[in-house]
């Protein structure tokens, strides 16, 4: 059993600490029931990350919390939500409270003292007054040292066991290329496939900005603006864009000629720096590709050429007779 002195050791611990969802529930980052996972965690016990599951399946107790005098230390207190259409990838979905959608701990009780890791302040911090606290709750695993419960509530207990909740979504881009399927809710984790648009995939889980899914026995986690309902209209995706045709070519014979009558350099690229690929003779007939003429840095006109079975090199123009 787990004590109740070290629960609040622990979760005053973490007064302070910045809050995050889902956090990793450290001094780098905590939420409201990280901070349980933490408290369990140093004691070597485990609880489930998520605050209806702590009120269904870790409370041997719960009750609607209408005084101070129902809680003692160790016990935890919960924030009552009522479900929405959002919320029907969560497993509890439609359950009797309702969505019980924020967790405290109880670490003392005159004066009333509950931790939490808030997102008013962002960070772990206190509650001294239960105006805003719906229901209270005692952990199985925790010791009370014999202290009676409090008083018993009138609200139906929930089903223990009730069924997980499914939802059918719609892969949805406005861009209409297909979405990434993560192996985890996190952009850093690996892609496991990429589901086109239009694609009718099953809900199972909903954390923070992401989705567990699973389409065609493969399930990963999808970010949460890429799914919609199956009646939503698909976009066309965007069209291909045309390749830029190949220039035109266009070959004309020309002789190779100089005023002194030695050999024309022929080079890999229009530049008289690169490299030397040939020297070709005057009176030398080659073919000039009459669309692939440049001018280097020095103002030099070169013309591409091909010569035997050399294809693609440059001579000066000024050394090409047309015609």
Same mark, same amino acid.
């Given at each position: ?46 609880? @489930? ?35 929405? %259409? ?21 670490? #003392? ?33 925790? %010791? @009370? ?15 223990? %066991? ?6 059918? !979504? ?91 009558? !030695? ?39 070169? #013309? ?20």
């Amino acid at each position: 059993m787990l004590s109740v002195s070290k629960l609040s050791a622990s979760a005053n611990e973490c007064m302070g600490w910045p809050y995050v969802s889902p956090g990793t529930n450290d001094r780098n980052g905590i939420d409201c029931s990280g901070l349980f996972v933490k408290m369990y965690r140093d004691q070597g016990a485990e609880i @489930y990350h998520g605050s209806n599951t702590i009120f269904r399946e870790y409370c041997s107790e719960t009750g609607k919390l209408t005084s101070v005098n129902q809680l003692q230390p160790g016990m935890v207190v919960f924030k009552r939500k009522d479900w929405k %259409d959002s919320d029907k990838g969560n497993r509890w979905y439609g359950k009797s409270p309702g969505n019980l959608s924020h967790i405290g701990y109880v670490d #003392s009780v005159n004066p009333l003292r509950i931790i939490h890791a808030s997102t008013g302040p962002m960070c772990v911090t206190t509650d001294t007054k239960i105006d805003k606290w719906d229901y209270w709750g005692k952990l199985k695993d925790v %010791d @009370y040292g014999g202290s009676p419960s409090p008083d018993p509530s009138p609200d139906p207990s929930p089903d223990p %066991d009730p069924e997980p909740i499914t939802v059918s !979504k719609m892969v949805y881009a406005e861009n209409g290329k297909p979405v990434n399927l993560r192996y985890g809710p996190s952009l850093d984790k690996k892609i496991m496939d990429e589901i086109p648009v239009g694609e009718i995939v099953t809900l199972s889980q909903i954390k923070g900005g992401w989705s567990k899914v699973t389409w065609k026995k493969k399930t990963g986690w999808m970010m949460n603006a890429f799914l919609v309902d199956p009646d939503t209209p698909v976009p066309e995706p965007e069209p291909e864009p045309e390749p830029e045709p190949d220039p035109p070519i266009l070959i004309e014979d020309a002789t190779v000629w100089s005023d002194n009558g !030695k050999p024309v350099k022929m080079r890999a690229s229009p530049s008289q720096d690169c490299k030397l690929y040939d020297d070709v003779p005057v009176g030398t007939v080659v073919a000039v590709d009459v669309y692939n003429a440049a001018t280097d840095a020095k103002g030099n006109q070169w #013309s591409k050429v091909s010569y035997r079975n050399l294809k693609g090199w440059y001579i000066m123009t000024k050394f090409l007779s047309v015609g």
